[in-house]
């Protein structure tokens, strides 16, 4: 089985440089990884979505290039945020997280262990299993970068991940016992992160001083709780959509407030003229102007039927922006398909740093610098929690879904359910054309079995 080829990475990761003279940290780039948080992307303004007053996230777009055919590896959020710090699908950090586990379960250190904090280990280590897996914040940690994180974070704490400095710091035995205790879970203080402040991001920036610098911006918006300020519901009391979209809608402006006030202040620091900026959504959203989830906690909270812990192309796709001016095209959109485990790679080509080697990504930096290229013909992954009328958090399920050209498919393997759309001609995935195309579906489907012998053997 294939998906063991990288577990060598746990204990072995390379450092070093692509170029002939390894480039002093001050002759390198920021980099700014910015993630919306239940972002849907039709409802990006940039998108098309004129009804949303959303611009900084304009002017973030404008000045570097948009894959408009971006997508993350899961319907919720956490197994898409792995992927875009380690580079790794999540059935591949799951295996990973399973050997290493295994692994030191064997070692004399764990042996030695009590069983009673045997168990606690046990129990505990798929909060802390980052710590043994390479991530990007490493890898720029060990090459003269300062790191950081703030935002949405469910690794325990930011040292796990690799980071320097950080908002989200952990729990106690006696925090598990709380109510805020799934808080905490999500990344704790973190969340404070434009909600609250984006202060702890500026005394960041203060404190890296001329050392160049990679943050992890995540903040918890447009995500629910829909409870921005009254300002941004003004924007929208006299539009015409529902009470839910309103709500929605105010938090997007809100976030985009801040994510301005944020790239001011790198502005204002002399920091943005050299700072790779990317930004990307961590799964999918459905709240169309019209649509009115009132009273119906489930699809409120989760964003529909088509949105978080959906099964459609709305369930996964993000638009992705990389900017940097003077290196990277301003004004330009690019229809490739991308991933959100291509982001770590890109980071490292773009720096000429060595790493992560044998992960799912790919750099997409010559499609950038050549402004064509697709590396990707076909995305396929997996969904392992589905929508669910009994569980907000969703239900156990092995769905598998595919994007190649216009075609959508997804295939519950448990009832056997397939499910083909056409995304270019039915965008909101109204009609199921399964039946129309029966070889689309079997040719798809074979897509999907190669790639379950590859990763899900």
Same mark, same amino acid.
């Given at each position: 089985?294939?998906i063991?080829?990288?577990?060598?990475?746990?204990s072995v990761?390379?450092f070093?440089?692509?170029?002939?003279?390894?480039?002093?940290?001050?002759?390198?780039?920021?980099?700014?990884?910015? *993630?919306?948080?239940?972002?849907?992307?039709?409802y990006h303004?940039f998108m098309g979505?004129?009804?949303v007053?959303a611009p900084?996230?304009e002017?973030?777009?404008?000045?570097?290039t948009?894959f408009t055919?971006g997508?993350v590896p899961?319907n919720?959020?956490s197994p898409?945020?792995?992927s875009m710090i380690?580079?790794?699908?999540? *059935?591949q950090?799951? /295996?990973l =997280?399973?050997?290493?586990?295994?692994?030191f379960?064997?070692?004399?250190?764990y042996?030695?262990?009590?069983?009673?904090e045997?168990?606690t280990w046990q129990a505990?280590y798929?909060?802390?299993?980052?710590?043994d897996v390479?991530?990007?914040a490493?890898?720029?940690?060990?090459n003269?970068y300062q790191?950081?994180?703030?935002g949405?974070?469910?690794?325990?704490?930011? =040292?796990n991940?690799?980071?320097? #400095?950080?908002m989200t710091t952990g729990?106690?035995?006696?925090?598990?016992g709380?109510n805020?205790w799934? !808080?905490?879970f999500m990344?704790?203080?973190?969340r404070?992160l /434009?909600r609250v402040s984006n202060q702890?991001a #500026?005394?960041?920036i203060?404190?890296a001083?001329?050392?160049p610098?990679?943050?992890?911006y995540?903040p918890?918006?447009?995500?629910y709780?829909f409870?921005?300020?009254?300002? #941004?519901?003004?924007i929208?009391?006299?539009a015409d959509?529902?009470d839910?979209?309103?709500l929605y &809608?105010?938090?997007?402006?809100?976030?985009?407030?801040? !994510?301005?006030e944020?790239l001011?202040?790198?502005?204002?620091k002399?920091?943005l003229?050299?700072t790779?900026?990317?930004?990307?959504?961590d799964n999918?959203?459905e709240q169309?102007p019209?649509?009115?989830f009132?009273?119906d906690?489930?699809r409120f909270?989760?964003?529909?039927?088509?949105?978080?812990?959906g099964m459609?192309?709305?369930?996964?796709?993000?638009p992705v922006i990389f900017?940097?001016?003077?290196? *990277?095209?301003?004004?330009?959109?690019?229809t490739s398909?991308?991933h959100a485990?291509?982001?770590?790679?890109?980071?490292?080509? &773009?720096?000429d740093?060595e790493?992560?080697d044998?992960?799912?990504g790919t750099?997409?930096?010559?499609?950038?610098?050549? =402004?064509?290229g697709?590396?990707r013909?076909?995305?396929?992954?997996?969904?392992? =929690?589905l929508?669910?009328?009994?569980?907000m958090?969703?239900?156990?399920?092995?769905v598998?879904?595919i994007?190649q050209?216009?075609w &959508?498919?997804?295939?519950?393997t448990?009832?056997g359910?397939?499910q083909l &759309?056409n995304?270019q001609?039915?965008?909101?995935?109204?009609t199921n054309?399964?039946?129309?195309h029966?070889?689309?579906?079997?040719?798809?489907?074979?897509?999907i079995e190669?790639w379950?012998t590859t990763?899900?053997g």
């Amino acid at each position: 089985m294939r998906i063991l080829s990288f577990l060598f990475l746990a204990s072995v990761t390379v450092f070093g440089c692509q170029t002939e003279r390894e480039p002093e940290p001050a002759d390198r780039p920021n980099v700014v990884l910015i *993630i919306g948080d239940d972002y849907g992307f039709p409802y990006h303004s940039f998108m098309g979505a004129d009804y949303v007053k959303a611009p900084t996230m304009e002017r973030l777009a404008a000045s570097g290039t948009v894959f408009t055919h971006g997508y993350v590896p899961a319907n919720h959020c956490s197994p898409s945020l792995r992927s875009m710090i380690t580079g790794l699908l999540p *059935i591949q950090y799951d /295996a990973l =997280q399973a050997a290493n586990k295994e692994a030191f379960m064997a070692s004399e250190e764990y042996r030695s262990m009590p069983p009673d904090e045997q168990a606690t280990w046990q129990a505990d280590y798929r909060f802390h299993s980052m710590k043994d897996v390479p991530t990007l914040a490493r890898v720029l940690s060990a090459n003269g970068y300062q790191t950081w994180q703030g935002g949405k974070w469910w690794e325990f704490n930011y =040292q796990n991940g690799g980071f320097d #400095y950080g908002m989200t710091t952990g729990w106690t035995p006696e925090d598990r016992g709380n109510n805020e205790w799934f !808080l905490l879970f999500m990344g704790g203080a973190g969340r404070d992160l /434009a909600r609250v402040s984006n202060q702890a991001a #500026y005394d960041f920036i203060d404190l890296a001083g001329d050392d160049p610098f990679f943050m992890w911006y995540a903040p918890e918006l447009p995500h629910y709780p829909f409870d921005a300020p009254q300002n #941004y519901l003004d924007i929208y009391a006299d539009a015409d959509m529902s009470d839910t979209a309103k709500l929605y &809608f105010a938090n997007v402006s809100w976030f985009d407030e801040r !994510l301005g006030e944020f790239l001011d202040y790198l502005e204002a620091k002399g920091k943005l003229e050299n700072t790779l900026v990317i930004y990307i959504n961590d799964n999918g959203w459905e709240q169309d102007p019209e649509q009115e989830f009132m009273g119906d906690p489930l699809r409120f909270n989760n964003g529909g039927d088509k949105g978080k812990l959906g099964m459609t192309d709305l369930s996964f796709r993000t638009p992705v922006i990389f900017s940097w001016p003077g290196r *990277i095209d301003s004004g330009s959109r690019l229809t490739s398909l991308i991933h959100a485990a291509d982001i770590p790679p890109t980071v490292l080509d &773009f720096l000429d740093i060595e790493g992560l080697d044998g992960i799912f990504g790919t750099s997409y930096k010559e499609v950038l610098k050549n =402004q064509s290229g697709e590396p990707r013909s076909e995305i396929v992954g997996r969904a392992t =929690q589905l929508r669910s009328e009994d569980d907000m958090m969703g239900r156990k399920a092995k769905v598998y879904w595919i994007r190649q050209d216009e075609w &959508f498919l997804n295939w519950d393997t448990e009832t056997g359910e397939k499910q083909l &759309f056409n995304v270019q001609n039915d965008p909101r995935e109204d009609t199921n054309v399964a039946s129309q195309h029966p070889e689309r579906v079997d040719a798809l489907t074979a897509r999907i079995e190669s790639w379950r012998t590859t990763y899900d053997g």
